[in-house]
């Protein structure tokens, strides 16, 4: 059976169905609040939007897509949006090649180039440099002289290394401000013409016969001659000599035996031509110059210092001690370089005798050879006995076997 309402219960459901009319048009007008939906409806929400973009970025749609279910709302499109906002700073952009206007390109510096190609040419330079300072200063085959040196110049070691350091450092290059001027001092028969002859006769294996001067004052200029004569030939042997040498590109040797009977125009001609406001020739010379003067002053210091028992310490300030002295006779003395060759023992007395009956043909034995050696004269000092004539009477005494 059908219920019949009464009046109060119809009224009351007058006024409910009132209430809901209104609150409708309420919610047609007004957006409804977030608080009236419960979490998991808005979890289902927020999937549904991350879906919906998602969808829509994969097909590539500039369209704003339809309202997502019957939930979408502003705060959901607000949420949305600055979860894409972020998403989109994460994100690495790559530029891409089919712009229509690309970026202008930086201009490149023009001087990087030139600065590589500096750098290149000034290394070239460099390593040919070098290249060419040890290809002229093997021509020369100092390595073979010095060896020579040491097993022909008895004694006389530390004076042959800085002869060869002053050769070593001239001739690794060919362009000179001035001359090189060796002159060699020491006592009567330490071997100052046997060096001499030794280093033409080298030079002349290298360079060629008619670029070595080996000069001998004695012999080229006696007392009787004119010494302004004898500067003038000596000058004019030395500019022909130098000009050849420049044509070969080469460094010409001039040894002066017997210095120090040089008179005084002839050593000024000589300070003329170690001058360096000269032509260009003239500085490209290694002058040799052999002398006994101030062998008083190298005997004195070796006797002095015969305690040491190095000899290198006996040499040590000599030369300057010498080029001072000398250089009062005659400004010459002192545009050289002195290299002093000291006193020898008796140790060295006897090897000239061994060397020099070995070119003889004799097959001398010690005893025999220790006892020639003993008749010569020494001095005695700290121990050690040092010849006074060096091997000068050698000769003599072995050609009276």
């Known amino acids: 059976m059908r219920h019949l309402m009464t009046d109060d219960e119809y009224s009351d459901d007058a006024v409910l169905v009132d209430e809901e009319e209104d609150e409708e048009e309420e919610g047609e007008t007004a957006p409804p609040s977030p608080s009236i939906f419960s979490p998991e409806l808005r979890a289902v ?71 590589f190609l500096f750098s290149i040419i000034v290394f070239l330079q460099v390593y040919n440099a070098i290249e060419n ?39 690794s290059t060919y362009s000179h401000q001035r001359p090189l001027a060796l002159s060699v001092h020491g006592p009567s028969g330490v071997g100052k013409s046997h060096l001499g002859r ?23 200029c006696p007392p009787e001659e004119d010494p302004g004569r004898c500067a003038a030939e000596l000058a004019a042997q030395v500019t022909r000599v130098t000009a050849l040498a420049d044509e070969h590109d080469h460094i010409p040797l001039v040894v002066l035996d017997e210095a120090q009977l040089m008179r005084p125009a002839m050593l000024d001609a000589l300070l003329d031509l170690l001058k360096p406001d000269q032509s260009n020739e003239l500085l490209n010379v290694v002058y040799v110059l ?20 190095s000899s290198s310490w006996k040499g040590q300030g000599m030369e300057d001690m010498l080029r001072s002295s000398l250089a009062e006779a005659h400004p010459l003395w002192a545009e050289v370089d002195v290299v002093a060759l000291l006193l020898l023992e ?33 001095y005695s000092a700290g121990g050690r006995q040092y010849s006074q004539n060096g091997c000068k009477q050698v000769v003599a005494r072995v050609n009276t076997l």
């Not at 549904?48 to 997502?68: E, F």
């Not at 002869?163 to 070593?168: I, K, N, P, R, V």
């Not at 009956?357 to 004269?377: D, I, K, N, T, W």
């Open 45 to 115: 929400m927020h999937v549904w939007n991350n879906y919906q973009a998602l969808k829509r970025r994969r097909l590539g749609s500039s369209t704003d897509p339809p309202p997502a279910g019957p939930g979408a709302n502003a705060p959901a499109q607000q949420a949305q949006e600055a979860q894409r906002r972020r998403k989109r700073k994460s994100r690495v952009l790559f530029p891409s090649d089919s712009r229509k206007f690309l970026p202008k390109q930086k201009e490149r510096s023009r001087a990087k180039p030139f600065l």
């Open 133 to 171: 300072l040890d290809d002229h200063v093997l021509k020369y085959d100092l390595e073979s002289l010095e060896k020579t040196l040491a097993r022909e110049v008895f004694g006389q070691k530390r004076a042959v290394e800085t002869l060869m350091d002053h050769l070593q450092d001239y001739l």
């Open 198 to 220: 030794l280093l033409a006769r080298h030079f002349r294996s290298v360079v060629g016969d008619e670029l070595v001067v080996q000069y001998f004052t004695a012999h080229s």
């Open 290 to 309: 052999l002398s006994n003067l101030g062998q008083e002053h190298i005997t004195r210091h070796v006797l002095h210092n015969s305690s040491s028992s």
């Open 346 to 378: 008796k140790s060295h007395v006897v090897e000239c005798f061994l060397e020099e009956m070995m070119r003889e043909g004799f097959y001398p034995e010690r005893g025999h050879v220790e006892q020639l050696a003993a008749e010569l004269s020494y």
